[in-house]
């Protein structure tokens, strides 16, 4: 079966860090592009970071300086090292699998998702 398994979420005050790491269970994510996407309660599911299957990456406006994605295909696992959050980034946390080489930020090319980690940033 083919899973994506998302871990390293929780709960961080302002200006603190995580990382996200997303690991690949029966495929190999080095022929995906890979995504992380992020919704909070009432508002839609936005796409915030991309990586290629080449490794190039691009962000959404509201994390671009902030986060930073990568990819390890030796461990078909891949991270969200997220820096400096805030408030605004509490949501639950997916990564997804897009069978295209450079992925997007739109969620409808995805094939495969994850369950979701949960991110809250409180003092």
């Known amino acids: 079966q083919l899973r994506l398994v998302e871990s390293g979420g929780g709960l961080v005050q302002p200006g603190e860090s995580l990382t996200l790491s997303c690991a690949g269970l029966g495929f190999t994510l080095e022929y995906f592009a890979m995504g992380w996407f992020r919704q909070a309660p009432g508002k839609e599911r936005e796409g915030i970071a991309v990586?290629?299957?080449?490794?190039?990456?691009n962000y959404d406006d509201s994390v671009k300086g902030r986060f930073t994605i990568s990819r390890d295909n030796a461990k078909n696992t891949v991270t969200l090292q997220m820096n400096s959050l805030n408030p605004g980034d509490t949501a639950t946390y997916y990564c997804a699998a897009d069978g295209t080489p450079d992925g997007s930020l739109q969620d409808y090319p995805y094939d495969y998702w994850g369950q979701g980690t949960q991110v809250t940033v409180s003092s």
């Open positions: 990586i290629s299957t080449s490794g190039r990456a």
